[in-house]
């Protein structure tokens, strides 16, 4: 079905043109006929170029698209790109994982890179921490499609997310107050000032937010924390039951000033400061228990762990404790797959995030072409505690901390040459990261004393070179080439260790150290410590041709290569899973074409593609040997090296004026992942699930705008996203009687969200506007964790449907 879908498009491809960028609102002085489609201008090759020009698959979101979309978080931009799935980390609500075109990263280590770079206001964010934040003030998004990495970096094998903000005007004095209240006693307060200091010459821009919001769980759990006296973890609960405490709720704050100064014509420097910070609940859901299973092939082996601590806490004896166990927890999955509003959690879940963000802009223009450095200082400090399992008994608690500062410096020269026939930029890139990333694991208390630390201090330098030019050898034939060549030098000192809370000894996990005494629990000692330095470079490069047809038709054929940089195993159990894993390289064939058509009232872009990737990187969830006198395992994080995947897909854009003031947009994009080699020491894993993945995903949106009265204007909108089931785990052994249910429980069912708005302007100066999000209250689970080693699937439901005002004013 997918293959003759990709043929259909290439078909349709040879008559029409290819889409990128549906949702942007487009510059009305750049639309020759106010009643057609405007330009919309990307940065997608370092400069500033209309979409349709550019052979480069890009989804664009304006400010205005993303007020009418009611997309507030960044996630929430993945309904309307096609071929792209944004999901909460696994370990922490903060920081959010990235698929697009089949390429992710499913884990948020520091050790680890993303397969999707992002970008804001040009500087490279490493790590995804307080990406979970509201887009405040943003001048546009854009999503580039397939590998990156000539012009953006080493870690964009799927592609790149550029988040650009609104820079200072210079010249006018302007501002804007919107204040929310919605459901859930949603609040929401953003307020925008611009103040030229001296007009043409300085000025600033100030942009804050306040959001908050009630939980909408309701945590109905009698049983109390197992944590009372633990001296790591951030936040104890207090003792007691925590039942009717509200989780799920959001407290966030988000600032950004930038401050821009222009001594001449061609010369501007930009300073810029950004906080965020958010301080909230969380819940998990148990969704399965499963039962001891012993496969040919130990990745696959079930425990049923989980079910007989439980039973054994409530009095059974060991022949029966299982059974007795599952019986209990069953109950629980019951309940909680009644009513997606509560949570059984003996202990309240917490997250904490701080961001700060600092940038340092230079921009010089000359006959020779512009020259730009693009510096940026970032820290993020995160902390996030969880009952992870989400039942009422103590089976599992993990919490993270994270302590980790950037900084990046970037000078681009982009120009033309040869009687303007060649486009070109060159730039250097260079990056270090430093700090601290630990994580804490309890599990089954009463059966294994011993919790499980690990801590690993990293610092990573990375340098890179490129250069990208593109030739128009005639009026309507162009090549692009490119190169870019990086090196990344990443050092690890790992202390890992295993604290048994009966005895107050301490056993290193990955350095033969004899149990010691350190007076106390603590998470990374460096009686421990053990270090290693590895270093990893690659090449990415792009060539291809574009070719315009007439003045609205382009196509394009491209390949490109990218690589995602080789690392180390920071949560390592033992001297074995200490080895670094290889880089990845991704090399993609794309054929593109774009069109406006019918006096610009048509704008469709379609676009298909192969990427094969070799060295894919895998994340496994994997049982370690229990500590004596324990006779459980505990878990830890692997990643290794898969193999070659191939993934074939296609992407279709299209935005229509129906008629004067009505526009319609619609997307569609079909993901076709196979293994051709999967294998590690275990053996054979070709069969196994993608994780993060929609097949096919669709978007609909109208727009309608209407003049009432003479001094005011109506805009509605309404728009429906789906998408199709998404595996959440790789898991699926058939041989396993319960293999089917394993399935079902990581399995993500097909999803549809309709949301809505309706606002009017009144002048220029005042706004109203009623809104919903998750209309039809899809509360279907979007994320799950399987621990197998454990024997407990757990998930996490959809928002449920919100609604609510917003009252604007502009100055």
Sequence with gaps: MVYKTLVSCVSLMALMAPVSALHAQEAPQAAEDESGLGDIIVTARKVEENLQDVPVAVTVF?????????????????????????????????????????????????????????????????????????????????????????????????????INTNNPDLDEFSGRLSVSYGRYNETNVTGVLNMPIAPGVAGLRVAVQRFTRDGYTRNASTTGTALTGNTVVRELQAPGSP????????????????????????LRFQFSAERFEMDETHSRQLRMVTSAYTAANATYN???????????????GFPTAAATGTTLLNAEIARLAADPSLALNNENGYVFARTNTFGFNATLDTDLGQFKLITGIRKVESYSGFDLDGSSFPIHFTEGQQSLKQKSAELQWTGSALNDSVDFAFGGFIFNEEGYDQSISITVPALNPATSHFYGLINTDSVGAYGQASWRITDALSFTGG????????????????????TGQT?????????????????????????????????????????????????????????????????????????????????SYELGLKSELFDRRLRLNVAVYQTDVTDIQRSTLIATAPIPPATVPGTATILGNAGKVRVRGGEVELQAVIADGFTITATGALTDPEYIRYSDLSGDRSFERFGGISRQQFSLAADYVRDVGSNSRLRLHADYSWRSAQNLSEYNWVPNPENNAIIAATTAPAQGLLGARATLEIGDTYEVAVWGRNIANDRSYVSALAVL???????????????????????
């Design 62 to 162: 304006t400010a205005e698209s993303l007020e009418n979309q009611n997309l507030q978080r960044v996630e929430n931009l993945a309904n309307f790109t096609p071929g792209m799935s944004i999901r909460p980390g696994s370990s922490t609500p903060s920081a959010i994982t990235i698929t697009l075109r089949g390429q992710v990263q499913t884990d948020i280590l520091a050790t680890l890179d993303p397969s999707v770079g992002t970008y804001v206001d040009g500087v490279y964010w490493a790590r995804a921490y307080g990406l979970n934040s509201d887009v405040l003030d943003a001048q546009n998004v854009q999503v580039l499609k397939g590998p990156q990495g000539t012009l953006f970096g080493r870690n964009t094998t799927g592609g790149a997310l550029l």
């Design 243 to 266: 039942a009717g405490t509200r989780l799920d709720n959001r407290d966030r704050w988000n600032f950004r000033a930038k401050f821009d100064l222009a001594p001449t014509d061609n």
């Design 302 to 316: 079930t425990a049923n762990t989980g079910a007989l601590f439980v039973g054994l806490i409530n009095g059974a």
């Design 483 to 502: 190169l870019r060549y990086s090196v990344d030098d990443k050092g690890l000192e790992t202390r890992n260790n295993n604290y048994l809370r009966t």
């Design 507 to 587: 056993i290193c996990s990955v350095i033969p150290v004899a149990p010691f005494n350190a007076g106390g629990e603590v998470v990374g000692p460096t009686q421990c410590a053990f270090s290693r330095s590895d270093e990893f470079s690659g090449w990415s490069w792009t060539a291809g041709f574009d070719y315009r047809i007439n003045d609205d038709v382009m196509t394009y054929a491209k390949v490109s290569r990218g690589f995602r940089a080789g690392g180390q195993n920071l949560r390592a159990p033992n001297t074995a899973a200490f080895l670094p894993f290889l880089p990845e390289f991704a090399t």
């Design 789 to 811: 080693p454990l024997g407990y699937i757990q998930g996490t439901p959809n928002e449920p449907a919100t609604y609510g005002v917003t009252a604007t004013i502009k100055f």
